[in-house]
């Protein structure tokens, strides 16, 4: 049987990013379905009646959700090509617990740089440097995160380096000048066909945050 | 080679007792730390810098930190006995997400309820009221929130009931009137060995929190 795979998705959205990229690391064909926020569809109140938020990844009609627990999902549905996760127990404790510390430490920092006002962007900007240093730290001068193969936690972060030229411009810093071997690695990525697919212009985002901003009612 | 398996962590905590429940579940011998929370170890701090938390699991030296991480360790080094996870992808991707929607959404709330007073306190019991009412739905009529089985979803909750009478007491309101089926699903879940052998007495919780609310929060 054919399998049948939707993805309901949000193209600025770095968690939407993550499902993208999982999928095209595994070929699998899917249907996205751009949502709109602001007007959510009956499909996406259904298939995420609890949080009532992208991503959603629709498998033969049942729907999984939380972004960190679709790719993990993918790559035990689809184990054969380009694993995702590592298979020593302690590499897969330690590749989830760096993608728990992304979900936890970056929203709130980021989120002022490109919703707050005033000093708020300065606290923003002054915290997410520091989780770019400690995750910084953490790459070494390894090639991913995971060592030498793209994995778990270079798909939770590389997301948000479309939004990277965003914070920069906002909270007139470079990341580059901060944590040079992060952009190094943003960069390696980028150079995934899967990752290349899924992200959107850095450019597009920036333009577009004036317009999310107002639509969210933040002025 | 001999396992060597610590455990730092704090009596009444219900993200340590979901460590303790796993590694009962499979038979592992362990050591059992006590950590004092407002004068952490140096053992702590080394095994946790990023967030210097409790439980740590350290296995044969190396750590493990964040609780739902550590619970799926333990299911996938210890694979033999009691699966914790089911096998099937999706059935997992269920349980990875209710898991973390415990997670998610009673943090704030559970906070709130044990350190405040009326409107903070009032706004974070009908929080998590609303929680305790989703879950509810959701274990259904179900033994376990797994299905048959006890498995993550249980064990990721379970240590929460022995804080509900914290929780009824301080905040005034009954959690065992409003939801008799995750009562019966608890005390299902207290017929296993590993978790009657984990849970704190609820009269011990009680005290020590009242003692707080009392002392540093001067509360009566």
Request: glycine share 6%; aromatic share 12%; proline share 5%.
């Given at each position: 049987?054919?399998?049948?795979?939707?993805?309901?998705?949000?193209?600025?959205?770095?968690?939407?990013?993550?499902?993208?990229?999982?999928?095209?690391?595994?070929?699998?064909?899917?249907?996205?379905?751009?949502?709109?926020?602001?007007?959510?569809?009956?499909?996406?109140?259904?298939?995420?009646?609890?949080?009532?938020?992208?991503?959603?990844?629709?498998?033969?009609?049942?729907?999984?959700?939380?972004?960190?627990?679709?790719?993990?999902?993918?790559?035990?549905?689809?184990?054969?090509?380009?694993?995702?996760?590592?298979?020593?127990?302690?590499?897969?404790?330690?590749?989830?617990?760096?993608?728990?510390?992304?979900?936890?430490?970056?929203?709130?920092?980021?989120?002022?740089?490109?919703?707050?006002?005033?000093?708020?962007?300065?606290?923003?900007?002054?915290?997410?440097?520091?989780?770019?240093?400690?995750?910084?730290?953490?790459?070494?001068?390894?090639?991913?995160?995971?060592?030498?193969?793209?994995?778990?936690?270079?798909?939770?972060?590389?997301?948000?380096?479309?939004?990277?030229?965003?914070?920069?411009?906002?909270?007139?810093?470079?990341?580059?000048?901060?944590?040079?071997?992060?952009?190094?690695?943003?960069?390696?990525?980028?150079?995934?066909?899967?990752?290349?697919?899924?992200?959107?212009?850095?450019?597009?985002?920036?333009?577009?945050?004036?317009?999310?901003?107002?639509?969210?009612?933040?002025? | 080679?001999?396992?060597?398996?610590?455990?730092?962590d704090y009596w009444a905590s219900m993200?340590g007792m979901?460590?303790?429940?796993?590694?009962?579940?499979?038979?592992?011998?362990?050591?059992?730390?006590?950590?004092?929370l407002?004068?952490?170890?140096?053992?702590?701090?080394?095994?946790?810098?990023?967030?210097?938390?409790?439980?740590?699991?350290?296995?044969?030296?190396?750590?493990?930190?964040?609780?739902?991480?550590?619970?799926?360790?333990?299911?996938?080094?210890?694979?033999?006995?009691?699966?914790?996870?089911?096998?099937?992808?999706?059935?997992?991707?269920?349980?990875?997400?209710?898991?973390?929607?415990?997670?998610?959404?009673?943090?704030?709330?559970?906070?709130?309820?044990?350190?405040?007073?009326?409107?903070?306190?009032?706004?974070?019991?009908?929080?998590?009221?609303?929680?305790?009412?989703?879950?509810?739905?959701?274990?259904?009529?179900?033994?376990?929130?797994?299905?048959?089985?006890?498995?993550?979803?249980?064990?990721?909750?379970?240590g929460?009931?022995s804080w509900?009478?914290t929780?009824?007491?301080?905040?005034?309101?009954?959690?065992?009137?409003?939801?008799?089926?995750?009562?019966?699903?608890?005390?299902?879940?207290?017929?296993?060995?590993?978790?009657?052998?984990?849970?704190p007495?609820?009269?011990k919780v009680?005290?020590s929190v009242?003692?707080?609310?009392?002392?540093?929060?001067?509360?009566?």
């Open positions: 049987m054919a399998d049948e795979v939707i993805l309901l998705s949000y193209w600025p959205s770095m968690f939407g990013m993550r499902a993208m990229i999982a999928l095209e690391e595994k070929n699998i064909k899917f249907d996205y379905r751009e949502q709109d926020l602001f007007n959510k569809s009956q499909i996406l109140i259904e298939t995420n009646p609890v949080h009532k938020k992208i991503p959603v990844l629709i498998h033969n009609g049942k729907p999984i959700c939380e972004s960190l627990i679709v790719v993990e999902y993918i790559d035990e549905t689809w184990p054969g090509e380009n694993q995702l996760l590592p298979s020593d127990p302690y590499q897969r404790a330690q590749a989830k617990f760096w993608a728990d510390y992304i979900d936890k430490k970056v929203n709130g920092p980021t989120r002022l740089i490109w919703a707050g006002k005033g000093e708020e962007i300065e606290a923003g900007k002054k915290e997410f440097i520091e989780v770019l240093k400690t995750l910084e730290t953490e790459l070494g001068d390894k090639t991913y995160f995971g060592g030498e193969t793209f994995g778990f936690v270079d798909i939770a972060f590389i997301g948000f380096y479309s939004w990277f030229d965003a914070y920069e411009k906002l909270a007139s810093f470079s990341i580059e000048a901060e944590c040079p071997k992060v952009i190094a690695w943003a960069k390696r990525c980028l150079k995934r066909e899967s990752v290349a697919k899924s992200l959107p212009d850095s450019d597009k985002v920036t333009k577009y945050i004036p317009e999310l901003k107002k639509r969210l009612g933040i002025e | 080679m001999a396992e060597e398996v610590v455990l730092l993200f979901r460590v303790r429940i796993a590694l009962e579940e499979k038979g592992v011998k362990y050591e059992y730390r006590e950590e004092d407002s004068n952490k170890s140096p053992l702590l701090l080394e095994m946790n810098p990023i967030h210097k938390k409790i439980p740590v699991l350290i296995h044969n030296g190396k750590p493990i930190c964040e609780s739902i991480i550590q619970v799926q360790y333990i299911d996938e080094v210890w694979p033999d006995r009691n699966p914790i996870l089911p096998s099937d992808p999706y059935q997992r991707a269920q349980a990875r997400f209710w898991s973390d929607y415990i997670d998610k959404k009673t943090a704030g709330p559970c906070k709130a309820l044990q350190r405040e007073t009326g409107e903070k306190q009032e706004a974070a019991k009908i929080e998590f009221m609303e929680v305790l009412k989703t879950l509810d739905s959701e274990l259904g009529d179900k033994s376990f929130f797994g299905g048959n089985v006890f498995g993550l979803v249980d064990i990721a909750f379970i929460f009931y509900f009478h929780y009824e007491e301080v905040a005034n309101f009954s959690i065992v009137a409003e939801f008799p089926k995750l009562i019966a699903w608890a005390e299902r879940c207290l017929k296993r060995e590993s978790v009657a052998k984990v849970l007495d609820s009269g009680l005290k009242s003692d707080y609310r009392k002392k540093i929060l001067g509360i009566n």
